[in-house]
């Protein structure tokens, strides 16, 4: 195989299904990713890379990010977190100050839980009412206005909250999950 390649993916759970294809590049190399499961996949990928320090490029985002990794002889060892269906590039083209590179995880932490009321905006013309308030996120099914139960068509929800200042820690970012 020409160096470059993509030479073995170490799983760590059961069989996978990653497809990828790689490509030279003037300065480095690129490889794109994918999972192609209805799960989440974490997996050692091992490319025949060295010198360079990987990074992941998320085409869905536009983040660009240094990867952990670590050198392994002539191969360049990534851990990949892969969401299902998810897909990522891998680009070398940085070279590397050492051996390996550890990042450490990413840590979530629920600081806050946002309770109703919501302010829940409908579509005009589609029998719901324009605006309503419900006093939680849930489905619109048991609704007793039969135009909110039987509503199709696009909706927002808005809530007005406060943030402290002390969530604004400079370097981290906040998320709202809406659950499920």
Not at 84 to 95: E, L
Not at 126 to 140: C, D, F, I, K, N
Request: proline share 7%; net charge neutral; hydrophobic share 35%.
């Amino acid at each position: 195989m020409p160096a470059g390649d993509l030479c073995g993916l170490k799983r760590r759970t059961r069989a996978t299904a990653i497809w990828f294809v790689h490509r030279q590049l003037i300065d480095g190399v690129v490889y794109f990713l994918n999972n192609r499961r209805d799960r989440a996949e974490f997996i050692d990928a091992r490319f025949r890379v060295s010198g360079k320090a990987p990074e992941l490029w998320h085409a869905d985002s536009g983040v660009i990010e240094p990867a952990p990794y670590r050198e392994d002889d002539d191969r360049t060892v990534v851990p990949l977190n892969l969401d299902p269906h998810d897909a990522v590039f891998v680009v070398f083209r940085k070279s590397a100050t050492q051996g390996q590179h550890k990042i450490p995880a990413t840590v979530r932490e629920p600081l806050y839980t946002l309770m109703g009321p919501w302010d829940v905006h409908f579509q005009q013309r589609r029998g719901a009412p324009q605006r309503a308030v419900l006093t939680e996120l849930e489905s619109w099914s048991p609704n007793t206005d039969a135009g909110i139960r039987y509503f199709s068509g696009t909706a927002s929800y808005e809530k007005t909250f406060q943030v402290p200042r002390s969530w604004l820690t400079r370097g981290q970012s906040l998320e709202i999950d809406p659950g499920e």
